[in-house]
């Protein structure tokens, strides 16, 4: 009966009230100390081309995804973003229509697919493009781009950098991968011969990894480069190991 009442005099010591949630931003949708906004263009960046977002329903749960700082970053209109895990759909309205006009671009790495600088700029064109990117893992990109039959047939370009994401806080599986919103402001930049476009999308990504960084998170390294160096801790597999000895053929 004592322990009884000692449970009941520890129960009725709680507080009544709930604990007080952390402060979230009602933009980014981030916690207030770790938001991003401050680090948006002043006004959003009216780009001649747009951007079509293809987008995994599993990286819209993502915390740290880079897709909502692109949405805010540009002006409305000019990133439109379709979630499935097909595409087009009934409620995709108006992606059907955006897939098979001609100025439509797809950004992926197909056999078919020629290097951004073979695309010509904007000033060179009729109209601007629409660029299509798939939001997602790599097996999740690959599985839309299968079931996606329109996807197809559209030109098709790839990045060649050789450049590092600087999205240090999510790991790529190659070192030349990189995150949606660094694709993005690659291909804008070069095709409208414009590198402002490229510096003020990345700033809230930047700031974003500082932020993690300064609260505990580390930074990762490909998965390329860990299994390079004995690093990964998980067996490869033979997508895997077939993905990067191409990416060691094209090095």
Known sequence: MADETSVWDDLSSLPADPPKMREICNTCRRPATVCWCAFLPASPLDTQCRVIILQHPAEQRRCLATVPMLALGLAPGKCLIFRGKRFPQVRHEGLEEILEAPNSILVYPSNNA??????????????????????????????????????????????????????????????????????????????????????????????????????????????????????????????????????????
């Not at 996807?151 to 060649?160: A, N, P, T």
């Not at 240090?168 to 414009?194: K, Y």
Request: aromatic fraction near 6%; glycine fraction near 4%.
């Open 114 to 251: 020629v290097t951004l600088e073979e695309l010509p700029p904007v000033s060179e064109t009729t109209g601007p493009y629409n660029f299509i990117l798939i939001d997602g893992t790599w097996p999740q990109a690959k599985a839309i781009y299968h079931s996606t039959p329109l996807l197809h047939k559209l030109r098709q370009i790839k990045l060649v950098t050789g450049n590092t994401s600087e999205y240090v806080i999510r790991t790529q599986p190659t070192d030349g991968c990189l995150s949606t919103l660094e694709t993005v402001a690659e291909v804008l930049a070069v095709i409208e011969r414009n590198s402002y476009i490229k510096s003020k999308l990345l700033q809230p990504m930047i700031a974003l990894c500082d932020f993690q960084l300064d609260h505990g998170a580390v930074t990762h390294q490909s998965t390329e480069f860990r299994i390079k160096n004995d690093t990964y801790p998980k067996q490869i597999g033979k997508r895997l190991s077939k993905l990067l000895k191409r990416a060691t053929v094209l090095d």
